[in-house]
Each structure stands twice: as structure tokens, then as C-alpha cells.
């Protein structure tokens, strides 16, 4: 009787377990998975390019000043 109560938990838990692997492989599981994935990497690359952007112009500031490429030639 044991058994048998052992194999049917064990039967309900593996058919539990495959419902949900095969839920996960439904198309429009997928397809909003991978939208929102895009998206995620989308605002991380926005990001990196706004750090890297805003670094190069601080940069260039401090170049400028150091040999001083902002004040006007008078050489004429």
C-alpha cells in the first residue's frame, strides 16, 4: 500500500513538473520572454552609452584646459 502511494505521489509530481516545462516552451511564453530580455539589454546599453558619452565629454573639458585649446589664437 505504501508503494503504491509512493508511485502515485511520484507519477503526480513528474506530470506537475513536465506541465510546467512544456508551459514554458509556449510560444507566446517565449516571444514575451525575449521581448522583455531586449528590452533589459536595450536600457543597459543606453546606459553604458550615456556613462561612456558623458565621461568622454568630461574628459575632452579636461584636455582642453590642460593645453589650453579653449582660449582664442592670436597668431594673425
Do not use: C
Amino acid at each position: 500500500m505504501i508503494r503504491r502511494l509512493f508511485y502515485l505521489s511520484l507519477g503526480a509530481f513528474l506530470s506537475m513538473w513536465v506541465m510546467r516545462k512544456l508551459q514554458a516552451l509556449h510560444p507566446n511564453h517565449v516571444a514575451r520572454k525575449t521581448v522583455h530580455n531586449a528590452a533589459g539589454m536595450l536600457e543597459q546599453v543606453r546606459d553604458f552609452t550615456s556613462d561612456a558619452l558623458g565621461e568622454a565629454a568630461g574628459r575632452e573639458i579636461e584636455l582642453r584646459a590642460r593645453f589650453g585649446l579653449d582660449k582664442p589664437d592670436h597668431n594673425d
